[in-house]
């Protein structure tokens, strides 16, 4: 989604500047995805709450932002959210806020722990900024925050999907039963679960988990799955069109982008019963929503038992992608919203997202 934007914004003429964490992603592993005018700042910020190195995260995003001055900041997942929109009320600049998957609704965690991180979005919604739920089922979980909020999925170009699977071509020696999954090998993407379920599952059956993570060790103990680390994203599309099935058991999500492209390639979905996941997924007409690992081997067996009539699904979801998901149409919807956010706030500068308006005074975007 972040470089969907920024190409819009890119291409509208606006100048972006994109903060990234070099702790959690290099440079190099992403930089292909922006346009060449796009300025990468990076900012040494964890993923978990440390009250010193925060409080230095924030004076560094706080600097950053006094220099920039941007007409408006975009802030995307928990911890940007957290830090970026005190530092955003502090410096008088309107900031919109995308979570991609709410702490508060994780479901590997405690109640406690739950009940405090809704506490401490509750209270850093105080700051103010707009919210932006990416599914039905987050939007439910935020519209009672006393900030702005509003939903918008997440979009994907179906056609230049497909185009892109059929660049590379992906190898089948054999014909067993193939299962992909695609992200972070990290906490929410589930691995020690999917580990589990690929225990209980035919031993001839191929796992291929696109990506990698600290948490791979999962996957390997088993011998089950072949890992194949980050590949270029032609390659990464053409494996997931191979699959038999694309499986995303994950504990928490926003709006997945692997979920959408795998629906957009007609591909059978069998996906946990995330936030997210299950907005996208309707049970046994797009695909299939599990709870439990012996759900998801009993619904893979069924899956390879009658593989025909499950294909059914996977084009339902395809069509149902192409008519709700429309890239275009939810670009439309952003530039909207950042022109409305715009208009509210004392800095008031005008910007269209796809050009629209004043291209003669570009803005600077964060």
């Known amino acids: 989604m972040v470089s969907q934007l920024v190409a819009a914004q890119c291409l509208a003429g606006h100048k972006v500047s994109v903060v990234y964490s070099p702790v959690r992603d290099s440079l190099e592993d992403f930089r292909h995805l922006f346009p060449e005018p796009v300025e990468f700042i990076p900012w040494e910020v964890g993923r978990e709450i440390s009250v010193s190195a925060d409080y230095r995260a924030y004076g560094e995003i706080r600097k950053v932002l006094e220099s920039l001055r941007p007409a408006i900041v975009h802030l995307h997942n928990a911890k940007a959210g957290a830090l970026g929109r005190i530092a955003c009320r502090r410096l008088d600049i309107p900031c919109i806020y995308t979570p991609h998957g709410l702490p508060f609704l994780r479901r590997d965690t405690s109640w406690w722990k739950r009940k405090l991180h809704f506490l401490m979005e509750w209270m850093l919604s105080l700051f103010g900024g707009h919210l932006v739920a990416l599914s039905p089922s987050e939007y439910r979980s935020v519209r009672w925050m006393p900030c ?58 191929e796992w291929i988990w696109i990506g990698d993570g600290s948490l791979r060790h999962f996957l ?71 709870d439990k690992t012996e759900t998801y081997a009993a619904v893979l067996r069924h899956v390879a038992a009658d593989f025909d009539n499950a294909a059914r699904m996977g084009e339902a979801a395809q069509r149902h992608v192409a008519e709700h998901c429309n890239l275009d149409v939810l670009l439309s919807r952003w530039a909207e919203l950042y022109v409305d956010v715009l208009a509210q706030s004392s800095t008031n500068r005008r910007f269209d997202l796809r050009g629209i308006a004043n291209k003669s005074a570009p803005a600077r975007l964060v």
């Not at 509003?150 to 979009?155: C, L, R, T, V, Y």
């Not at 059929?166 to 054999?174: G, I, M």
């Not at 928490?252 to 059978?268: C, D, K, P």
């Open 148 to 205: 702005a909020t509003s939903m918008i999925f997440n979009g994907v170009d179906v056609s230049a999907i497909q185009a892109l699977a059929s660049n590379a071509v992906v190898d089948r020696v054999d014909r067993r039963f193939r299962i992909v999954l695609s992200g972070r090998v990290e906490t929410p993407k589930n691995p020690k679960g999917v580990a589990e379920i690929a225990a209980r599952c035919p031993s001839d059956w």
């Open 220 to 290: 390997d103990e088993g011998g089950r799955f072949a890992v194949t680390g980050w590949v270029p994203r032609e390659k990464a599309l053409a494996l997931v069109k191979s699959a038999d099935v694309f499986l995303q058991a994950s504990l928490w999500e926003g709006m997945s982008f692997a979920l959408l492209e795998a629906m957009a390639l007609g591909r059978i979905c069998v996906v946990s019963d995330a936030v997210g996941n299950r907005d996208l997924i309707e049970a046994r007409v797009t695909g299939f929503v599990c």
